[in-house]
């Protein structure tokens, strides 16, 4: 789908008054269907999980969350979890007494108490060893924890705001997480799709960072051409909204499309990915019909994203019957979290 220039005009009109670190839900569904989410959930506090690849904005999601809190005015303590070391995670998270271990000359308050009437946000929540769940589990149950070292419990009042890139669900069946804590931090969940599967939201998330970046260089770099932005739509953003920002910015600086152009073809996997034989007789009837598939597979994804995965109209588009559209669907063997919907849809259409 194509830019509307007029959100450009519209964000411009508003220049300087946005407010640092604003979220873009643009104009996917899902994303609507999260600021709508989030809106509901931030007075009350409970916990959070937040869902989602590298970049596509759990960090500023979790900000939000708090800036939206009775707390906004309390602190925000965020707990990068694999940037710190298994023995030190803990004492950096609960804090110890005087003599607890070697080297403890003095007590220190862990981010846990450091975030009381605020919010604690524990990235990358998969990182975290079994040991140290459990005291996790225990301060998310009753709200109290134990300094290393020290006699007894405290409490401490925060909100938990807890996010991952891995599909945590997983590692609760290979048994790496507790389900307990899994449940617990859990109340909520907030899934943030890909870039990919969202590109309505390009557009708007192109103005935002061209006005955000104009102004911080001094710079009055213009709109991108609709070739590109069409182009950018079709792009599969490894890097999702991260990715996007660098090439926002290096376009803001450098001014010239070319340059960004050429990164994103550079990154575009292969159109088509085939199995050739490297050795014996190559079937040209078998290769092409397998390039059609993939190419097929591929046309189907892209209108399912276009339509925020509305099968019914994802099949007018492609000029298919509804009935056609699933089975090509669960042929293709796409994604299962949309799968076990297909099926059912499959099922209830027979
Ligand atoms: N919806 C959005 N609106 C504005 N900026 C965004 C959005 N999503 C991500 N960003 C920006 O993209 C970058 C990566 O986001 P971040 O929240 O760090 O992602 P993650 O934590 O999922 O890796 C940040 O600079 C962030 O400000
Ligand atoms: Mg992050």
Redesign the pocket.
Known sequence: MAASPATNTTLARNHGSMPP??????RSHR?IAIRTRIEKIAAANVPVLIQ??????????ARLIHRLSPWESGPFVKVNCPAIPGTLLESELFGYEKGAFTGALGSKPGRVELAHRGTLFL?EISEMDMGLQSKLLQLLQDGQFCRIGAQDDKKVEARVVC?T?RVLEKEVDTGRFRQDLFYRINVVNVH?PPLRERTM?IAS?VE??LEIYNDKYNCNTPMLSLSLLQQMQRYHWPG???EL?NLMRRYVILGSEEAILGEMSARRPDTLDLELPLDGPVSLKKITRQAVHELERKLIVRVLEANNWNRKKAARALGISYRALLYKIREAGLPSSHSKQISSDLEASE
């Open positions: 670190e604003a979220v873009i839900f643009g994303m989602g690849e590298s970049g596509t904005g759990k960090d500023i999601i990235d996010a890139n943030v939201d998330l935002y960072f999702n909204v991260r920002e």
